[in-house]
């Protein structure tokens, strides 16, 4: 029998999932902390698959991490270096529809 007949061909069409589309790239910002250690920090509308409504968040990145705020300051532009890395090195955020009771 060939391999290809003993494989489940049940799910031979691609699962469908929301996919997150950038909408809007907003203005960015890099700045680095007392180590040297670099980051760039975006303010971007994202709207999932799904067709909900965009939501803003602020994404601050560096070669190895990603960290997404949907909460930040209107002004997070004008913040001082030391404020804007306390942001960044502050409590992760939930997603705004995360919900407790789930587990």
Not at 1 to 8: K, L
Not at 93 to 101: F, G, I, K, R, Y
């Amino acid at each position: 029998m060939p391999a290809s007949a003993d494989r489940d061909h049940s799910f031979s069409q691609p699962l469908l999932t929301p996919v997150t589309i950038i909408d809007r790239q907003g203005a960015s910002r890099d700045i680095a902390d007392e180590q040297g250690k670099r980051w760039r920090v975006r303010e971007m509308e994202m709207a999932e698959g799904d067709g909900t409504l965009p939501r803003r968040s602020l994404i601050a990145l560096n070669d190895m991490i990603i960290r997404r705020f949907w909460t930040f300051p209107a002004g997070w532009r004008e913040l001082s270096d030391r404020a804007l890395l306390a942001l960044i090195n502050g409590p992760a955020q939930p997603h705004p529809e995360a919900h407790d009771d789930i587990g």
